[in-house]
């Protein structure tokens, strides 16, 4: 693999996102509260997040040029949501704000080793197939396209079946967890559920009964114990690395985002994986779902060890 500087002078991939921002409120406790319970939590921050936001963010850092397409709303966090971006190199020249509707929000509970999550989608809600198709200029021109299921079920629809007719690889994953058309599955160049989610996707109790049926092409992130497929020939588990876990918000976004810069430059899919996963476990060991987000320069030194 070429060190960040070797590759100074080539010509940056190009990730197109497609999806959500918000503001993350984030609580942290010792415990999650019972049904009707009242405890005492431990401390609240916000920070930027939301699924698309999150994962344009991570292929900024690990050196693609991201462009992100999305909405957000008319009120303060708007602001601090497209100045994030900015700050971290991501585009937002083609975002718009929705008048008369709030951007979005996650309220996260950190507890217990693990977090809960509730979304409000806001005008994430306005990213819509009209929206859509006044950008498909963008779409056309990336290397890879990344859009999750924040998103309005009809654009991810939309977004799938215009990258297939391109042939412009696109990553779907599959989150928060619903069901996908089986037209749409087929589009999809890459899915990256994880174990939930790819249940719901393939009405299974046990998804590792269908993988063999996509090969090389569902991609279950299975936490601390790596990342599932099947090759075509056999199942294969590509593990991920130990560290010490600080907040898990945001891992998965920063493995797609990662998933998705490795793709676009070429990578195959082991080596892919491979990138991945170590940018993941990077991202577990600070706060936030942004906090702990990689530079391409930290991941390469931990994949030489």
């Not at 991939?13 to 005492?40: F, H, M, N, W, Y």
């Not at 217990?112 to 197939?129: C, F, H, L, M, R």
């Not at 114990?225 to 020939?233: C, K, M, P, Q, S």
Request: charged residues 25%.
């Amino acid at each position: 693999m070429k060190t960040l500087s070797e590759r100074k002078g080539e010509k940056m991939v190009k990730v197109v996102v497609v999806g959500s921002s918000a503001i993350d409120l984030v609580v942290t406790s010792k415990k999650r509260p019972e049904q009707g319970e009242t405890i005492i939590g431990e401390s609240f921050k916000t920070v930027p997040g939301g699924k698309g936001a999150n994962q344009a963010v991570a292929a900024a850092r690990l050196g693609a040029e991201a462009v992100f397409l999305g909405c957000v709303g008319e009120d303060g966090f708007a602001q601090d949501i497209l100045a994030n971006l900015q700050a971290n190199q991501v585009c937002t020249k083609k975002v718009e704000e929705v008048n008369g509707i709030e951007s979005g929000t996650a309220h996260i509970t950190l507890a217990e080793g693990d977090n809960s999550i509730i979304v409000v989608k806001g005008a994430n809600d306005w990213i819509t197939p009209a929206y859509v198709q006044k950008h498909v200029d963008v779409l056309k021109k990336a290397d890879v396209v990344l859009i999750q299921q924040e998103n309005p079920e009809e654009t991810v629809d939309l977004v799938v079946d215009l990258c297939h007719s391109w042939n412009v690889p696109v990553i779907l994953n599959p989150a928060p967890a619903r069901k996908v058309k089986q037209e749409t599955i087929e589009k999809a160049t890459y899915l990256t559920p994880n174990e939930h989610e790819a249940n719901v996707l393939f009405d299974t109790t046990d998804y590792r009964d269908v993988l063999a049926q996509y090969p090389n092409k569902v991609i279950v992130t299975e936490g601390e114990a790596g990342v599932r497929y099947h090759d075509g020939e056999k199942e294969v588990v590509a593990l991920t690395h130990q560290v010490e876990v600080v907040d898990t918000t945001g891992a998965g976004d920063t493995f797609n985002g990662a998933f998705a810069v490795a793709l676009a430059e070429g990578k195959s899919l082991e080596e892919s994986l491979a990138f991945s996963n170590r940018a993941a476990s990077l991202s577990v060991t600070k706060f936030g779902a942004q906090g702990g987000m990689p530079t391409r320069d930290e991941v390469e030194r931990q994949m030489v060890k």
